[in-house]
């Protein structure tokens, strides 16, 4: 399958900070990508979709301000998060979807947030 | 999205079978039927789709019913390295001249395959 990497796998902050994580989708050009979040023993929730050159969609709920996405290149998705804080410690995973349109969806290994 | 029910937990034995069940009584028509497997600190996944027919890969089969309302993934031979969270998604999709466009996957809690050597 295809293959999406994230960067970093984890990284520990404090609070206040902006954390930015990078989604690259590596051997294909992916035209959407979408950004989840799971906490412990929980699923994973959706929260964006962002197209390649558009403005990301929002899940409800999720606060476009504080989750900033970046998809200016069809490798690349990046999330800010600013101004973060202990609640958004998390697991936060990307997923990729191709130009031809496979209609499975490929995930990253995930980036671990945790916020002092 | 239409839901899914799956059972909280399975267990099973090595180089056992492993049949997963999931029931989406309210699927349409258009909704594709996607599984998904998390390991413990990892992205999830692609395991199998399918739409009507049953399916086979290297990795599992899918047994859809007849009307739809239901499915099993079925692991032939499972493996400690199977040990995972299984997700059973309804995914929709619309056709039209300009080829099809698929909806998003929403996850629901899903099954925690535990596997015994």
């Known amino acids: 399958g295809a293959v999406v990497s994230q960067h970093p796998s984890w990284v520990i902050c404090k609070s206040g900070t902006s954390v930015k994580i990078e989604c690259r989708s590596l051997?294909?050009?992916?035209?959407?990508m979408f950004w989840y979040r799971q906490f412990p023993k929980q699923s994973l929730m959706l929260m964006a979709t962002s197209n390649e050159g558009s403005k990301a969609t929002y899940e409800q709920g999720v606060e476009k301000d504080k989750f900033l996405i970046n998809h200016a290149s069809l490798t690349l998705s990046t999330l800010t998060v600013t101004s973060a804080h202990p609640e958004d410690s998390s697991f936060y995973i990307c997923?990729?979807?191709?130009?031809?349109?496979?209609?499975?969806?490929?995930f990253g290994p995930g980036t671990r947030l945790t916020v002092l | 999205d239409a839901k899914t029910t799956q059972p909280n937990s399975m267990e099973s034995n090595e180089e056992e079978p492993v049949h997963l069940p999931c029931n989406h009584s309210?699927?349409?028509?258009?909704?594709?039927i996607h599984w998904y497997r998390q390991l413990p600190s990892q992205g999830p996944e692609y395991v199998i789709h399918g739409l009507t027919s049953n399916v086979n890969n290297r990795m599992a089969s899918l047994a859809i019913a007849e009307d739809r309302k239901s499915s099993t993934l079925i692991l032939h031979r499972a493996t400690l390295r199977d040990a995972a969270v299984y997700y059973c998604?309804?995914?929709?999709?619309?056709?039209?001249?300009?080829?099809?466009?698929?909806?998003?996957?929403?996850f629901g809690q899903g099954t925690i395959l535990t596997v015994h050597p």
């Open positions: 998604i309804l995914r929709d999709s619309s056709t039209n001249a300009g080829g099809t466009s698929y909806g998003k996957l929403t």
């Open positions: 051997d294909f050009q992916a035209t959407t």
């Open positions: 997923s990729a979807r191709g130009i031809q349109g496979p209609v499975e969806q490929f």
């Open positions: 309210t699927i349409s028509g258009t909704d594709y």
